[in-house]
């Protein structure tokens, strides 16, 4: 069967009301297999949900969630767990409520709960809850750094889109252009920063004294994390960093600082053996690769078997 079949208006209509058929295209139509046949392939191959035993250990779970629909619509959890550098599906859950993730976590044989060393999660309550009350205080909970980096940076951002907007009212046409381009610099690590980086940086903060002090406890606290030391040392500075924060009457990280005091012991314990969430971050993107080439998922158990399939399902077809 030649590629032009795949341009026709009968290949589109087909792919338009099969959600998913076009990441099988090479399988059904070079091959002439129909659609339900390899569903019916996938379904006697692949798990629709996660088989426990499977996995003689987890050593470190992932709670994280993505959106199904653009607009972030449709959220749904997604559980990973890692291992010997391997990433593994556990399961997508058709919501992101702690009850939802508890119920799967719960599901875990307790021998293989005991082989959990920590949970990586993002800063979604529901998913801490939910890893607390089913591990217990033999497993770490770890709220990872690159999630709280993105909402203190946040509170800069804030703050520098109403400066700029008191600037532009403020100073001459000339004087403006001059600042254009410093979201970008601001967003640099210093040793990043070209020379017109430098020097945007400083006429902004010539006319913005605030914004520099922002970006400077900015850059401090990121300072904090990039240190190697252990969690008792870290849970001072950080404490000392809030207290700078307060003493400088800047406002734009009032929201991120509830949510630092709440949960310090969490955020804290990246520094035990500096574990992040970037394992899960790194299957997201896959997943929206996934999402992209389905032309859309919405069915969460077609979804799991899709994810399996991309991590190590390949092995049971070789």
């Known amino acids: 069967m030649d590629g032009s079949f795949q341009k026709s208006p009968e290949f589109q209509e087909i792919r338009s009301s099969k959600p998913g058929l076009d990441s099988l295209s090479p399988y059904l139509w070079e091959e002439a297999i129909g659609y339900e046949a390899i569903m019916g392939i996938i379904d006697r191959h692949i798990q629709g949900e996660v088989d426990w035993h499977q996995f003689a250990r987890l050593d470190i779970l992932g709670l994280d969630e993505i959106s199904l629909k653009k607009g972030h619509r449709n959220f749904v959890a997604i559980v990973t767990g890692r291992l010997d550098e391997k990433t593994v599906i556990l399961g997508v859950l058709a ?15 307790r021998k293989r709960r005991k082989t959990v060393k920590a949970v990586c999660s993002d800063m979604y309550d529901g998913f801490i809850y939910a890893a607390q009350e089913v591990c217990g ?18 509170g800069l951002d ?21 600042l254009q381009g410093v979201m970008w610099a601001l967003r640099k690590k210093e040793v990043q920063m070209t020379e017109e980086d430098k020097d945007k940086l400083a006429r902004l903060f010539v006319h913005s004294p605030q914004l520099k002090i922002a970006y400077e406890l900015c850059n401090a ?19 000392n960093w809030i207290q700078r924060v307060r003493d400088s009457q800047v406002h734009c990280f009032n929201n991120f600082l509830t949510t630092l005091e709440q949960w310090m012991d969490e955020i ?6 500096r574990q992040t969430s970037g ?20 069915n969460v158990k077609h979804l799991f078997q899709r994810i399996h399939l991309d991590l190590s399902g390949y092995a049971l077809f070789a």
């Open 95 to 109: 919501d992101r409520k702690k009850s939802t993730v508890k119920m799967l976590l719960s599901g875990m044989p």
């Open 158 to 178: 804030t703050l520098r889109k109403q400066e700029l907007q008191r600037l532009k009212q403020e100073l001459a046409e000339e004087d403006y252009k001059q």
């Open 268 to 273: 804290a314990n990246y520094f035990i053996d």
């Open 221 to 239: 606290l990121t300072g904090i994390f990039e240190k190697h030391m252990g969690k008792r040392r870290a849970k001072f500075q950080i404490k």
């Open 137 to 154: 205080k033999r497993v770490k909970i770890v709220m990872d750094r690159f999630h709280v980096a993105k909402l203190y940076r946040k």
């Open 279 to 298: 394992f899960v971050e790194g299957l997201n993107n896959k997943i929206k690769v996934i999402k992209r080439r389905c032309y859309g998922i919405l």
